[in-house]
């Protein structure tokens, strides 16, 4: 008598086990946007210039496009890592810049944000193709959380350490976000 089981295949064995890759893919991406814009705010905040907060946003617009027919394309946790790096490398050189071409191009390196923003919607899309609204507003209570995220600690570390370390104190939860992307998140299928 035939099972009514199917056999296993590569399908059904790449599936995630209890949504646990769908959980940690969730969890992960938006926080990786939070931390995008908590850079982009915490440039704002210590934007010598108003003008200069303008520079992160637009370049931030132009990366996003090329991030996303990327992500739709190839694999979204490796381009994550890369514009996570990226961002990181923004970031530090933040801490280190005193000339105004150097803010200019710290906040050009910022526009990373606006891609790793499109990569984890490209990723979430992946895993819930039908599903914009629930899509939306995580990703709108990740933009917030990086907003007040940045605003509640940029004050502190600014008063305790000075403003070259603020830039510096979100490098810890991005590589932190990095590392677990790398071990634990798979591309959706």
């Known amino acids: 008598m035939p099972s009514s089981v199917p056999p296993p295949t590569l399908e059904t064995s790449k599936q995630p086990v209890n949504g646990y890759q769908l959980l940690v893919a969730m969890l992960l991406m938006p926080l990786a946007s939070a931390l995008a814009v908590a850079s982009w705010t915490l440039y704002a905040l210590l934007a010598k210039q108003p003008l ?8 931030g617009v132009l990366l996003a496009w090329p991030a996303w027919f990327i992500a739709r394309r190839g694999d979204t946790c490796r381009l994550m ?28 390196g910022l526009g990373l944000g606006g891609a790793v923003i499109t990569t984890g919607i490209a990723h979430a899309k992946g895993w819930m193709p039908g599903r914009w609204v629930s899509l939306c507003v995580a990703l709108f209570l990740a933009l917030a959380a990086g907003v007040g995220f940045s605003l509640r600690m940029a ?31 798979e591309s959706p299928e």
Not at 165 to 185: C, Y
């Open 52 to 59: 200069y907060v303008l520079v992160p946003l637009s370049s």
């Open 155 to 185: 004050p502190l570390v600014v008063q305790a350490y000075g403003w070259r370390a603020a830039p510096l104190s979100l490098l810890i939860p991005l590589f932190m976000v990095m590392l677990l992307l790398w071990l634990f998140v």
């Open 81 to 108: 890592q890369w514009l996570l790096l990226g961002l990181a490398l923004a970031l530090g050189g933040f801490g280190m810049a005193s000339q105004p071409w150097e803010f200019l191009l710290v906040g050009a």
